[in-house]
């Protein structure tokens, strides 16, 4: 069955870098995406951006443009997001998801979120 | 702000029908298909609905979609307890060249 397993809850403080991994099993690796979402605490799901495992194109959120940056691993099965210059609105979870880009984007599995939290 | 809007609350009784709306416009909704995600309170985003109207396996039939110009709806019938979750709606963004979500309904079962 189809798992993404992240990486565990970071802490970090304001201007740091936060590395998450999402470990993927149960598929061809390099015959779909990864791509990042997040969610504030209380707030709605914002797009991060995805990674196409097959070939590394990156596409990232404008806003996040310059201090995001997504990599895969195809020797391990992972794909890493790291966000660089982090202040307190970066705090949040932070999920993987495995995009369908047919007719739409949209992501049929979930990793399980990793909790990070930005505070001095 | 979201650029897709959601009404932030919904709400029903056991069995009723309540339907949830998702305004967009030409450069999204317009143009692309509609995904919805239903969340639990404390759990990961689940897919609900794909291209406009398609169900998962496992998901019941009591929930349907539809999309027509720049809107699309989620709809629940029979209303059930376990279906208080938030929904969100999502789509691509020419325009943007980006996904972009509605800022989640919060449906309560009364």
């Known amino acids: 069955q189809v798992q993404l397993v992240q990486s565990g809850t970071e802490v970090k403080e304001p201007g740091a870098s936060v590395k998450v991994s999402c470990k993927a099993s149960g598929y061809t690796f390099t015959s779909f995406g990864i791509s990042w979402v997040r969610q504030a605490p209380g707030q709605g799901l914002e797009w991060m951006g995805w990674i196409n495992i097959y070939n590394g194109n990156t596409q990232y959120e404008q806003k996040l443009q310059g201090r995001v940056t997504m990599t895969k691993d195809t020797s391990t099965n992972t794909a890493y997001m790291e966000l660089r210059s982090l202040t307190s609105d970066d705090t949040g979870v932070y999920y993987c998801a495995r995009p369908i880009v047919t007719r739409g984007f949209y992501f049929d599995y979930w990793g399980q979120g990793t909790l990070v939290t930005v505070s001095s | 702000q979201s650029v897709l809007t959601q009404p932030p609350s919904a709400s029903g009784t056991p069995g009723q029908r309540v339907t949830i709306s998702c305004s967009g416009s030409?450069?999204?909704?317009?143009?692309?298909?509609v995904h919805w995600y239903q969340q639990l309170p404390g759990t990961t985003p689940k897919l609900l609905l794909s291209r406009d109207n398609q169900r998962p396996s496992g998901v019941p039939d009591r929930f349907s979609g539809s999309r027509s110009g720049s809107s699309a709806s989620l709809a629940i019938s029979g209303l059930q307890s376990e279906d208080e979750a938030d929904y969100y709606c999502a789509a691509w963004d020419d325009s943007r060249n980006a996904l972009v979500f509605g800022g989640g309904t919060k449906l309560t079962v009364l």
């Open positions: 030409s450069s999204n909704i317009g143009s692309s298909t």
